[in-house]
Nanobody, 125 residues
Framework: QVQLVESGGGSVQAGGSLRLSCAAS????????MGWFRQAPGKEREFVAA????????HYADSVKGRFTISRDNAKNTVYLQMNSLKSEDTAVYYC??????????????????WGQGTQVTVSS
């Protein structure tokens, strides 16, 4: 079965950086578009970033554009989220997700069929 395992979360001061990783198994990773989402306490889950499998094109939420970078390593079946210049409002549980089909870098969570368990990111000001 499909498994997505996130790692790299933790606590950091505002202005700091973290790099999240998501190791995938049980799917054809090199043909799977991937995304990162987050959910803060009391809020709905929201899109953060996505990367397409066919051309590695990316999409970002406006709130993270210029600070976060999504990338993938097909040889390692891993997708990354480099987070720089972190702010307190970035505090959330971050989830990795894989698209069931389709080549694009999708923003809608309804395009994603598989989800990781999440990793906590806490940014203190």
């Amino acid at each position: 079965q499909v498994q997505l395992v996130e790692s790299g979360g933790g606590s950091v001061q505002a202005g700091g950086s973290l790099r999240l990783s998501c190791a995938a198994s049980g799917l054809f990773f090199s043909r799977s578009s991937m995304g990162w989402f987050r959910q803060a306490p009391g809020k709905e889950r929201e899109f953060v970033a996505a990367i397409a499998w066919n051309d590695f094109s990316t999409h970002y939420a406006d709130s993270v554009k210029g600070r976060f970078t999504i990338s993938r390593d097909n040889a390692k079946n891993t997708v990354y989220l480099q987070m720089n210049s972190l702010k307190s409002e970035d505090t959330a549980v971050y989830y990795c997700a894989a698209v069931r089909s389709g080549p694009g870098a999708y923003r809608s969570e309804y395009e994603y069929a598989y989800w990781g368990q999440g990793t906590q990111v806490t940014v203190s000001s």
